[in-house]
């Protein structure tokens, strides 16, 4: 069976994960992988989805995968398993988070002046939000 794979997991997405793997030099080789995920947190909050199914993928030729259309602001548990003839290896785990998403907010009485070499721009913010420059 090939060694546990050394797991690597980068949020660099809203809404993906990217996920990368190497087998240690002294495993036998990988004729495929398994990586699965599972929502753990949503919104920083733990969350009743987190006790369902993992979601499972085949990957096989390749040592990435992007993990798509998950929720923004949320941490997902991701693990990765190698096989081959032999066998399975142990599985490795990480646990990573997608970026929040830019709430919206709609902006009233928005005007701009010109002050010397600069503008500044003012305008009223939605959501029972004070007045900010910006």
């Known amino acids: 069976a090939p060694s546990q794979p050394v797991v690597s997991v980068m949020s660099e997405a809203v809404r993906r994960l990217d996920v990368s793997w190497v ?3 002294d495993s036998s080789r990988a004729d495929s992988y398994d990586v699965k995920y599972q929502l753990a947190k949503y919104k920083a909050c733990d969350h009743p989805a987190a006790q369902q199914d ?3 993928l085949p990957v096989n030729n ?3 995968v992007e993990l798509e259309d998950l929720k923004s602001y949320a941490t997902y548990n991701v693990c990765v398993t190698a096989k081959n ?3 399975t290896s142990e599985e490795t785990c990480s646990t990573a988070s997608t970026l929040q998403e830019a709430p919206e907010v709609q902006v009233n009485n928005f005007n701009c002046t010109a002050e010397n070499i600069s503008t500044v721009c ?3 913010l939605s959501n029972e939000c004070e007045t900010y420059n910006g």
């Open 23 to 25: 087998l240690p030099q």
């Open 54 to 56: 993992w979601v499972i």
């Open 62 to 64: 390749t040592n990435s």
């Open 85 to 87: 003839t032999g066998g």
């Open 122 to 124: 003012t305008g009223d």
